[in-house]
């Protein structure tokens, strides 16, 4: 039976490794950390987000930038040292602009299709992970905003996804909790949230069920094509497989470049917070409905009666974990400022990287060389998209060992 090698543990090589286990497949799932989702999969947003497939390659995220580079706490930060990475990702961020209205349609469909396969996989696997089907409502606090919002839902309707437009009163009819003065809004009832921690790690349990071979705790050193497979080497050990996919989130660009692809993935840092919902007060004055706050670029999500997760910026800045105050502050002062009830004493802040490629859109399908494929570049959509790449990747990973039998 051929075998393939799935690296990464994070949801994108979870529902890859699933989706070719289905099909039949012999799986070795390779993930460097003890456990499935202890990276960017960790505690993200919670958003399973088609009214977010916007893609940035659009002026007004260039306008932004150099607006805010003064700004430490700013909701998108640039480190201004140069690098040949940074300035190639740049480069192709600019080149990918005149394709924005094609790939922001692109995405929608993608995210649309990836919802009923997870929940799907959730249902039939019996994984509970506080998912929460209430919608997401995006707030705008200008008329500008709320007017160039128009122009998205636009193109999102043409990927099939509606939401509709929504004044003040009906924004506090949706969410009563929400404080403050704003234009007015876009509500999406078909998005929903949920942890993907937990999502993963269930996953993660039923592709053992399934016969996926989990190497957890396995750093992969070196990749190499030999004699028509691809070699896996993991420190002293080293296994040789008919293909492999790649979903290794940021490191993915150093090991495609192993195998002779240029897969431009740059880490674009994004931080949370998980505030702990701990007496009935706080439960009582924290949203239920999913958020998105345009002028913050903050996103919330309710987990469960005892969580809310609040989350969002984007720093480039290269491989830095660094948690720093003073891009958490801004989350816990949007949580003081918009829903005063809730008691912040206990916060747990973290900080994870998003492996973004140019032009927004994932890198999913085969490379250059054969078996060799990859599913990864889904930047801040790996939850809300990896059901719908997974199956893909897998389906052309299947079907060409069908074929070369």
């Known amino acids: 039976m051929k075998r393939v090698a799935v690296i990464g543990g994070g949801i994108t090589g979870v529902t890859s490794a699933y989706a070719l286990a289905k099909r039949g497949v012999n799986v070795t799932l390779i993930e460097r950390h003890r456990y499935a989702a202890m990276e960017t999969s960790y505690a993200n947003g919670g958003q399973l987000s088609a009214s977010h497939a916007e893609v940035w390659n659009h002026k007004a995220t260039i306008w932004n930038a150099l607006k805010w580079m003064a700004r430490r706490d700013a909701p998108l930060l640039l480190n201004p040292t140069p690098g040949w990475h940074k300035l190639s990702w740049f480069a192709q961020f600019l080149a990918a602009m005149p394709h924005y209205e094609r790939n922001t349609i692109a995405t929608a469909r993608m995210a649309i299709a990836a919802r009923e396969q997870l929940f799907a996989w959730a249902q039939t696997e019996n994984i509970a992970f506080d998912h929460r089907r209430a919608g997401i409502l995006h707030i705008y606090r200008d008329r500008r905003g709320f007017e160039r919002a128009a122009g998205v839902s636009r193109l999102l309707a043409q990927g099939g996804l509606q939401r509709r437009a929504v004044t003040p009163q009906e924004m506090r009819a949706i969410e009563p909790t929400l404080t403050g003065d704003f234009y007015g809004g876009y509500y999406t009832d078909s998005d929903s949230t949920g942890d993907i921690h937990k999502f993963t790690s269930g ?73 702990q919902l701990d007496d009935e007060a706080s439960q009582a004055a924290a949203p239920k409905v999913s958020l998105l706050d345009d002028a913050t670029k903050l996103v919330s999500s309710r987990l469960g009666e005892d969580r809310l997760r609040v989350a969002g910026t984007a720093e480039f800045n290269g491989i830095n974990y660094d948690i720093r105050a003073d891009r958490i502050r801004p989350l816990l002062q949007w949580v003081e400022q918009c829903f005063p009830g809730v008691n912040t004493r206990k916060v747990i802040p973290w900080a994870g990287l998003r492996p973004m490629l140019p032009a927004m859109l994932p890198k999913v399908g085969a490379g250059k060389a054969p078996g060799v494929y990859y599913n990864t570049g889904h930047g801040h959509l790996g939850w809300t998209l990896a059901a719908a790449t997974a199956e893909l990747v897998a389906e052309v990973v299947a079907s060409s060992l069908a074929t070369n039998r």
């Not at 993991?234 to 495609?256: H, K, N, P, Q, Y």
């Open 203 to 275: 996953l993660a349990d039923a592709c053992a069920r399934l016969g996926v071979a989990c190497r957890y705790g396995a750093q992969v050193t070196a990749l190499a094509r030999e004699h028509g497979k691809v070699r896996v080497s993991l420190g002293e050990d080293s296994i040789l497989f008919d293909a492999v996919v790649i979903c290794a989130g940021t490191a993915s660009r150093a090991l495609a470049a192993s195998l002779g692809d240029h897969v431009n993935v740059y880490p674009v840092k994004g931080y949370s917070i998980t505030v």
